[in-house]
Structures are given as structure tokens and as C-alpha cells.
């Protein structure tokens, strides 16, 4: 059974830094590219980091510099550490992995940035 759990959501000041993890199960990890996406109220789901097997990572320009991305494949998690929060990072963020055409999804984890 596949699972992606996410953690480390909460609310945070502008300025402040999260750290979101994502542990996963169920299905070969180190072949997969995993992400994060988030999605803000009456908004699209967009992605917001993804790293790939190899270690190659792309990010939203909106994030850019501000957070990363990281993995360990023994673990099984992908960690996404985000830094100087604005109040435009609110959203439910998601973990995600992808292999060609099959995909998971986590069930997402709020991130709050309010003073």
C-alpha cells in the first residue's frame, strides 16, 4: 500500500522558516522523482520544488532561493526547508511522486504565514 505522509506544517510569522517532511512507503522510493506542489484557496495546485533520482532539482521562481529541496532515499523521506515565509506561501502543501506516468499523493499539510 502506497502512502506519502507529510508533517511539519503549522503557522509562522513573515520571515519565519519551516520544515515540511514527507515519508513514504509502498513503492520503490529511489526510483522516484518526488515533489512538493501546493495549492492556496481558489487557487491551482502548483509545484513548488522536485528533486529527481539523480539529485537534480527545480524549483517555482516564486520560492526560489528561499526553499529547498532534499531526499534520502534510505529514509524514504523528501524534506522541503522553507525559508523567509511571506504571507503568499499559505497554502496546503503536498508531497508527491512521480515516474513517468503513475503518480502519488500525500494528503497534504497546512502552512499558515500570518502575523
Known amino acids: 500500500q502506497v502512502q506519502l505522509v507529510e508533517s511539519g506544517g503549522g503557522l509562522v510569522q513573515p520571515g519565519g522558516s519551516l520544515r515540511l517532511s514527507c515519508a513514504a512507503s509502498?513503492?520503490?522510493?529511489?526510483?522516484?522523482?518526488m515533489g512538493w506542489y501546493r495549492q492556496a484557496s481558489g487557487k491551482q495546485r502548483e509545484l513548488v520544488a522536485q528533486i529527481t533520482p539523480g539529485g537534480s532539482v527545480k524549483y517555482a521562481d516564486s520560492v526560489r532561493g528561499r526553499f529547498f529541496i532534499s531526499r534520502d532515499d534510505a529514509k524514504k523521506t523528501v524534506n522541503l526547508q522553507m525559508n523567509s515565509l511571506k504571507v503568499v506561501d499559505t497554502a496546503v502543501y503536498y508531497c508527491?511522486?512521480?515516474?513517468?506516468?503513475?503518480?502519488?499523493w500525500g494528503k497534504g499539510t497546512q502552512v499558515t504565514v500570518s502575523s
Open positions: 508527491n511522486a512521480a515516474l513517468t506516468l503513475r503518480g502519488y
Open positions: 509502498g513503492f520503490t522510493f529511489s526510483s522516484y522523482a
